[in-house]
């Protein structure tokens, strides 16, 4: 019923940049919030970026004041604009999302598939 979407990953180099995209779309009603998240292998999967419907914005401190997350309401979709990105911050990003589906009451949270950002020379 519902798709989560990301893109823009890939191979970077140490200082360059990288825009990350995530679509939700099918039957939504409305979107409370969107996130991103990474998981590096063998550790946690933690939260790097969110953003509210209000469009307040919370930030990991190990991305602060190089990461930064919009959103297009319209498009139900999430950016997450990497810079000076460093080794250390290899993952595989995920897309989250918490929103109601049309027809239900309740807000659900919601997965992407992940997509894979290198950072290396």
């Known amino acids: 019923q519902v798709q989560l979407v990301e893109s823009g990953g890939g191979l970077v180099q140490p200082g360059g940049s990288l825009r990350l995209s995530c679509v939700a779309s099918g039957s939504i009603f409305s979107i409370n919030s969107m996130g991103w998240y990474r998981q590096a292998p063998g550790k946690q999967r933690e939260l790097v970026a969110g953003?509210?419907?209000?469009?307040?914005?919370s930030y990991a401190d190990s991305v602060a004041g190089r990461f930064s997350v919009s959103r297009d309401m319209a498009k139900n979709t999430v950016y997450l604009q990497m810079n000076s990105l460093k080794p250390e911050d290899t993952a595989v990003y995920y897309c989250k999302a918490i929103l109601r589906l049309v027809g239900s009451s309740l807000s659900r949270q919601y997965w992407g598939q992940g997509t894979q950002v290198t950072v290396s020379s």
């Open positions: 953003i509210t419907d209000g469009g307040g914005t």
